[in-house]
C-alpha cells in the first residue's frame, strides 16, 4: 500500500531450482507507489535478458520489509544508501566479499532478517486476523475456557493456520508453547510468519534440534519471555528425552500439532505425546484434511471446521 511520504525497503528473492541460495536487496520507494509493485519491478529489471525466469514463476520475490526507521537511524534514508548492506553485514553467510546473494535457504534468511529488525526497533507489520481467523480463533478460545482439552482444527487450504494458532497461543498467555510436526518443514514456515509481525516480536524461538535448548528454554522463561518450541515428531533416539525435558516443566503448556493426518495420527508418533500431557495442559489438533485420521488417536472434546467455501464468503463480504 502507498503512502505520502518516501520510504526504504528491502527484499528478498530466490529460484524454486536453488532454495538455498537467496537474494537480498533494497528499494527506495517514493510517495505514493506500492511498495510491492516497486519491488517486483526491481526484481524483474535485475534479472536482465533472463525476465523469462520471472515470467515462468522460477523466481519468487518471497518477502519485502519496511525498513524506513531502521534506515533513518543509521543515516541511510535516501536512495541507493546500501541499507541492506549494513543488515547483511550483520547477518553473513554472504556470498562473496561484496554480492548480494546468500548462501542460505530463503526461509531461514527471512527469520534472521526478521529477528534483527525486530531486534534494532524497527517497527515490524501488525497481524491483522481476517474474519474467519477470528472467529474461530474465538470459537476455539471459548471451548477451552469451556473446560475442553483436546480441540479439533479442520482447516481449509488458504485459511491461515500459522496465524490462527499464533493468536490462540497469545491469548492464552501459556509460557511455552510446542509446535510439533511429522513434517518438518512445518517450522520453519510457522517460524517465518511468527517473527513477521510485530505482536509476536519478543517470543523466543527454540528448536530442540539444538544442544543447548533446554539453556535457551530455561534464560527465556527466567526473563518472563513467552517460549515457541518446535519438537519434531520423527523417531529418533533424542525424542523421548525431549518429550520427558518439555513436559516435565513446571508451568501450563499450550501444545499444537500440525499437519496432523501426515505422520503424527500414528500411535508411535501421538502416543508418547498422550502419555507426558498434564491436566492443565491445552492441545490443538490442525489439520486440513483427513480430520478423522488426524484425530484417531485422540481423545477429541471439541472441535472446530471451516471449509474454503466459507473462506471465499467471509472475503466476499469484507470487500
Given at each position: 500500500m502507498s503512502t505520502n511520504f518516501d520510504r526504504m525497503f528491502c527484499y528478498l528473492w530466490y529460484e524454486k531450482s536453488n532454495p538455498n541460495e537467496c537474494k537480498f536487496g533494497e528499494r527506495w520507494v517514493?510517495?505514493?507507489i506500492d511498495p510491492q509493485t516497486s519491488c517486483e519491478k526491481r526484481v524483474k529489471d535485475s534479472l536482465g535478458v533472463r525476465k523469462d525466469l520471472w515470467k515462468t514463476g522460477e523466481v519468487v520475490l518471497f518477502k519485502i520489509w519496511d525498513v524506513t526507521e531502521y534506515a533513518k537511524k543509521y543515516n541511510r534514508y535516501y536512495s541507493q544508501s546500501r541499507v541492506d548492506d549494513h543488515i547483511r553485514e550483520q547477518i553473513g553467510f554472504r556470498k562473496g566479499t561484496t554480492g548480494e546473494i546468500h548462501t542460505l535457504n530463503?526461509?531461514?534468511?527471512?527469520?534472521?532478517?526478521?529477528?534483527?529488525l525486530a531486534k534494532l526497533d524497527q517497527p515490524l507489520p501488525t497481524a491483522g486476523l481476517s474474519t474467519g481467523q477470528y472467529n474461530m480463533a474465538s470459537d476455539v478460545l471459548d471451548?477451552?475456557?469451556g473446560g475442553k482439552k483436546v480441540v479439533l482444527a479442520e482447516l481449509c487450504a488458504r485459511f491461515g493456520k500459522t496465524i490462527f494458532s499464533g493468536a490462540v497461543a497469545t491469548e492464552l498467555e501459556s509460557s511455552v508453547t510446542i509446535i510439533t510436526s511429522y513434517v518438518k518443514t512445518v517450522f520453519t514456515s510457522f517460524e517465518v510468519d511468527?517473527?513477521?509481525?510485530e505482536q509476536f516480536k519478543d517470543i523466543v524461538h527454540?528448536?530442540?534440534d539444538d544442544d543447548d535448548y533446554q539453556q535457551q528454554i530455561e534464560d527465556a522463561l527466567a526473563n518472563n519471555k513467552r517460549v515457541f518450541v518446535y519438537l519434531s515428531l520423527v523417531q529418533g533416539g533424542k525424542r523421548q528425552e525431549r518429550i520427558n525435558y518439555l513436559f516435565g516443566l513446571d508451568t501450563e503448556r499450550f501444545l499444537i500439532i500440525d499437519e496432523a493426518d501426515f505422520g503424527a495420527h500414528k500411535s508411535g508418533q501421538?502416543?508418547?505425546?498422550?502419555?507426558a500431557i498434564k491436566d492443565n495442559d491445552k492441545i490443538l489438533i490442525m489439520t486440513g484434511t483427513n480430520a478423522?485420521?488426524?484425530?484417531?488417536?485422540w481423545k477429541v472434546d471439541g472441535m472446530v471446521s471451516t471449509t474454503y467455501f466459507e473462506l471465499l464468503g467471509h472475503k466476499s463480504l469484507a470487500a
Open positions: 517514493p510517495a505514493g530463503y526461509e531461514v534468511m527471512a527469520i534472521k532478517v526478521n529477528k534483527l471451548l477451552y475456557d511468527m517473527t513477521s509481525f527454540v528448536s530442540t501421538s502416543e508418547p505425546l498422550i502419555d478423522d485420521k488426524a484425530a484417531s488417536t
